[in-house]
């Protein structure tokens, strides 16, 4: 997932690590740091009302960084 550049995935790794939600910060795919706009989301287990709930904490959080409103999808 590739968010707007004013999204840090590591300081959201780090802050909904605190609510025990656990992403993958892009930067850890790339030898030269790159990618800190961006994670990777894990789908190898049942999709259920407690992924629906970190999605939505994530979705926050990122909006929140983003200075956009939640809901409110940017094209490009």
Same mark, same amino acid.
């Given at each position: !997932?590739?968010?707007?550049?004013? !999204?840090?995935? !590591?300081? #959201?790794?780090? /802050? #909904?690590?605190?609510?025990?939600?656990? @992403?993958?910060?892009?930067? +850890?795919?790339?030898?030269?740091?790159?990618?800190?706009? &961006? +994670?990777? +989301? $894990?789908?190898?287990?049942?999709?259920? &009302?407690?992924?629906?709930?970190?999605?939505?904490?994530?979705? &926050?959080?990122?909006?929140?960084? $983003? %200075? @956009?409103?939640? %809901?409110?999808? /940017?094209? %490009?």
């Amino acid at each position: !997932v590739e968010f707007p550049p004013g !999204v840090d995935s !590591v300081a #959201l790794f780090h /802050q #909904l690590l605190e609510e025990q939600i656990c @992403l993958t910060p892009g930067t +850890l795919y790339s030898p030269s740091g790159r990618y800190r706009n &961006a +994670l990777r +989301l $894990s789908c190898c287990y049942p999709f259920n &009302a407690r992924y629906t709930l970190a999605l939505a904490r994530l979705g &926050a959080r990122a909006c929140e960084m $983003s %200075g @956009l409103p939640p %809901g409110i999808a /940017q094209d %490009g």
